[in-house]
């Protein structure tokens, strides 16, 4: 996967959960785009007119903790997240991105190295973080191949119809 490119915003507050991402009530769909416009209402209602199409979440430890639910990844998929890069992640959410095909790097000390707004360059392969805006670099662990085949394929039921 090539290098990712994005504005970063920002969720330095622990344990963000599914309910956080997005509300229970708004669980009565599947679209991504409808989703979308409520993805983070509970903390920044703003949050989805905000995002550009690329643009990298940067969390603080146990993102995406709670229920197991799909949605949340929908609904941050839907704003143009590109990536989601966190301290650390729930496992289920974690494993919930991937298999939708939403980029999921954990790299302790993020939060640190970043501000709301900054552009910042990713290269999962390598593992290696970059903040354009300050000049500040982290590394984490390089995303293996195949966790690669499977974001770019769009998730796992893409990349198995694709490897047939």
Excluded: Q
């Excluded at 970063?8 to 997005?22: A, K, R, S």
């Excluded at 390598?126 to 974001?151: A, C, H, Q, Y």
Aim: hydrophobic letters at 40%.
């Amino acid at each position: 996967m090539r290098k990712i490119r994005g504005k970063v915003h920002l969720f330095d507050i622990p344990h963000i959960n599914t309910d956080d991402i997005i509300p229970a009530r708004y669980l009565i769909t599947d679209k991504e785009e409808e989703l979308a416009k409520h993805a983070m209402e509970m903390i920044d209602p703003d949050f989805p007119s905000k995002v550009g199409d690329g643009d990298i979440l940067v969390a603080s430890i146990n993102f995406g903790c709670g229920s197991s639910r799909e949605h949340a990844v929908w609904a941050i998929r839907g704003t143009g997240i590109r990536a989601v890069v966190a301290e650390s992640f729930a496992r289920i959410f974690y494993r919930n991105c991937i298999n939708n095909g939403l980029l999921a790097i954990e790299m302790p000390g993020v939060t640190k190295l970043v501000s709301y707004g900054d552009e910042v360059e990713i290269d999962p392969g390598n593992g290696i973080f970059k903040n354009l805006t300050s000049g500040d670099e982290g590394r984490f662990v390089p995303m293996p191949d195949f966790i690669m085949d499977i974001v770019e394929s769009g998730g796992l039921i893409e990349y198995i119809k694709r490897r047939g």
